[in-house]
């Protein structure tokens, strides 16, 4: 089992800056994709930005490209998210995840990812 912690939502004005983070523990060898999905009241879970632990390929949602910034801490099993000039738009649950096992191609839907965090809520004002 792998456990996911997130910390580091809160409430912040259109421009502004958060940074997400999500410790990983337990069986932290297990997996090598890791991802953060966002829900916002009435809509799906989407796909915002992943990150391949092994190689640290990064992967966007083209909502947050240029304006979010995914990064990992080996040593300490640790995900973040750095979000930079956000908009109103960005409110929501943020969830950390992980996908069991090892695989080519990397996947952004949320349906295959096994592991997740409790959620970080985000709120953006206008």
């Known amino acids: 089992q792998v456990q996911l912690v997130e910390s580091g939502g809160g409430f912040v004005q259109a421009g502004g800056s958060l940074r997400l983070s999500c410790a990983a523990s337990g069986r932290t060898f297990s997996y090598n994709d890791m991802c953060w999905f966002r829900q916002a009241p009435g809509k799906e879970r989407e796909f915002v930005a992943g990150i391949r632990w092994s190689g640290g390929n990064t992967f966007y949602a083209d909502s947050v490209k240029g304006r979010f910034t995914i990064s990992r801490d080996n040593a300490k099993n640790t995900l973040f998210l750095q979000m930079n000039s956000l908009k109103t738009e960005d409110t929501a649950v943020y969830y950390c995840?992980?996908?069991?096992?090892?695989?080519?191609?990397?996947?952004?839907?949320?349906?295959?990812?096994?592991?997740w965090g409790q959620g970080t809520q985000v709120t953006v004002s206008s």
């Open positions: 995840a992980a996908r069991s096992g090892s695989y080519y191609f990397f996947n952004t839907r949320a349906a295959d990812y096994d592991y």
